[in-house]
């Protein structure tokens, strides 16, 4: 005996099937008693649900759809809510670059500050002795005078040899 044709006895129902499917199925059911009675409860099933009445708008339903559909064209077009799909393209790609640097700047910015080399904090007492230990014999705010020679004697008036 050929497969079973479950599977194709709706479309054969509805006389969608090609003429070697067709075939097919036809030869099977006229030989396999469990696919026959298959077709014949689609058959049955099909047959109660065409038997089914028409289903009836509620009354003044037309009226109110038409009311619906006139008010919808009349109100002004509501902007499209804000999405991932309004985003034009550039800024999109702008987007996606800028959430792949937070996700994954983030971490390797915190991995390279965790293996970083740590460095002492500063210890400003440290600091200000070293500062006053160099600049001991300094008056203050040396550093910043111009180099030059005072002389009681302007350069012209050089006592020449
Ligand atoms: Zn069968």
Known sequence: MSKHVIDRLSPYLDGALGAADLEQVEAHLEACVSCRRAYQELQTLQG????LPDPEPSPGFTDRLHWRLQREGAAPRRPAPLGWFSVRPPFRVALVCAAVLVVLGLPAAWMADRFAPQKAPL???AYVREYLLLSVDRPLGDEAAPAFVLSDT????SPRP
Do not use: I
Request: no cysteine; aromatic share 0%.
């Open 123 to 125: 210890d400003t007492d």
């Open 154 to 157: 302007p350069a012209s008036e």
């Open 48 to 51: 109660l649900v065409r038997a």
